[in-house]
């Protein structure tokens, strides 16, 4: 793991190259969204994807009102009217698929060769498409992951730490992607092309993190997924403990689940080696690692000595801090007049961030290890908690009348 780590530090990637020639001969990319209770956001996403520097006639947008109890769709039918750009269909109560089955419905209505797909929440940049395109060029790369950042950091302590999380992601992303390890999915700002997404079945419509189960299920049909660094997508950050709380939950039983459903082609090399072994020592450190730690750290204050995952927890918790320190020293979006900006950090504050950001991150101790407990003894649940978001309060006073 010492080794894998030295690797991962000093790993280096490729830049794509600029997408050139005629517009009128850009790949086609179809932006698809699925929204449920949106209302205090979707209007701002609806902007940014319908003002994008990409020619208009090389992509079309859909967002999917998934039975909305509140305001959302009579303001998407509003904005309808005003983007001829926009695409809404509303589904009925009652449909199954959360998510995934919203996405695979629209599917088939769609032209482009490349899906992409954002979280209501998304702050898009204009130059997004034009900077993500050109990366599927080569012909084996079947997805790309767009880096996340969160646009409220500023918010509390709760998002100053996401802000510090999002930057170790892309961070040791990167790094394994360059290694020809598994690149991740992350569900906001995800491009696929469509002939791998058709080929893996679509979305997973029995899952709860329909990203982390098509991207095992991308590499085992043997494509690579790729990472954009600048720009980033950005969303809002949870800022309640609870709302954390269940999120992460999700994620970790949808990750911990994908390696359920698909270790009979796992254990048959059918990722290849080098992804097989990534793989293994990231389910190592994600969860094997917290599971154990947790009874070894009461085990170690029961008998008065040092804990005997030590020097592998020391190795984790120093390449996290290393990832945090480099990612954030190298871009940090924060929100300035509703604009997305790159503001540097001094030394000094990004160290001290880094310190918050590792305290911040023994939250997925607990996580880890409730839900590993969780899932020995219950069967496969679809329960997902929605991420509520806020926007601003005001996005749909100038679209829609007081209905009192």
């Not at 898009?124 to 790309?144: E, H, I, K, T, Y």
């Not at 020809?180 to 002939?195: A, D, K």
């Amino acid at each position: 793991m010492g080794i894998h780590a030295l690797r991962l530090i000093f790993a280096r990637s490729l830049l794509p190259d600029p997408l050139s020639g005629d517009p009128e001969d850009y790949p086609y990319v179809s932006l698809m969204v699925a929204a449920k209770n949106e209302e205090a956001v979707v209007r701002s996403l609806v902007q940014d994807l319908c003002n994008l520097d990409y020619p208009t006639s090389r992509y079309d947008f859909w967002i999917i009102d998934d039975a909305s109890t509140d305001r959302t769709a009579l303001l998407l039918d509003r904005l309808a009217q005003e983007y001829q750009q926009l695409n809404v269909i509303h589904r009925l109560p009652n449909s199954s698929g959360g998510k995934s089955g919203a996405l695979n419905q629209v599917l088939p209505l769609t032209q482009g060769d490349i899906i992409a797909v954002f979280d209501a929440d998304a702050h898009v940049p204009s130059n997004l498409l034009r900077q993500v395109v050109p990366m599927f060029q080569r012909s084996q790369l079947g997805a790309v992951q767009v880096r996340k950042a969160i646009a409220n950091a500023s918010t509390n302590l709760w998002t100053r730490g996401q802000e510090a999380e999002m930057a170790l992601d892309s961070f040791i992303q990167q790094r394994r992607i360059a290694l020809g390890g598994i690149g991740e999915l992350r569900g906001n700002g995800q491009f696929v092309r469509r002939s791998a997404l058709e080929r893996c079945g679509g979305w997973n419509e029995e899952t709860i993190t329909d990203d982390l189960d098509l991207t095992l299920r991308l590499h085992l049909d043997q494509w690579d997924i790729d990472l954009l660094l600048h720009p980033a997508v950005g969303e809002e950050g949870v800022t309640r403990a609870m709302g954390l709380w269940h999120q992460r939950n999700r994620w970790a039983e949808g990750g911990y689940q994908r390696y359920l459903d698909y270790w009979r082609l796992i254990v048959r090399n059918r990722l290849g080696t080098r992804k097989t072994v990534d793989l293994f020592l990231f389910w190592l450190t994600q969860y094997a690692l917290p599971t154990a730690a947790v009874p070894d750290f009461v085990m170690a204050i029961v008998r008065g000595s040092s804990p005997m995952l030590l020097p592998v927890t020391s190795l984790t918790v120093t390449l996290s801090m290393l990832g945090m320190f480099v990612g954030m020293r190298r871009t940090r979006i924060a929100d300035q007049e509703g604009r997305r900006k790159r503001v540097p950090l001094s030394v000094l504050m990004t160290l001290i961030h880094t310190l918050f950001g590792a305290f911040y991150m023994l939250h997925w101790m607990p996580v880890i290890a409730s839900t590993t407990a969780r899932m020995s003894i219950r069967p496969k649940r679809l329960k997902w908690v929605k991420t509520v978001h806020q926007g601003s309060n005001e996005v749909w006073l100038d679209v829609l009348p007081d209905e009192g």
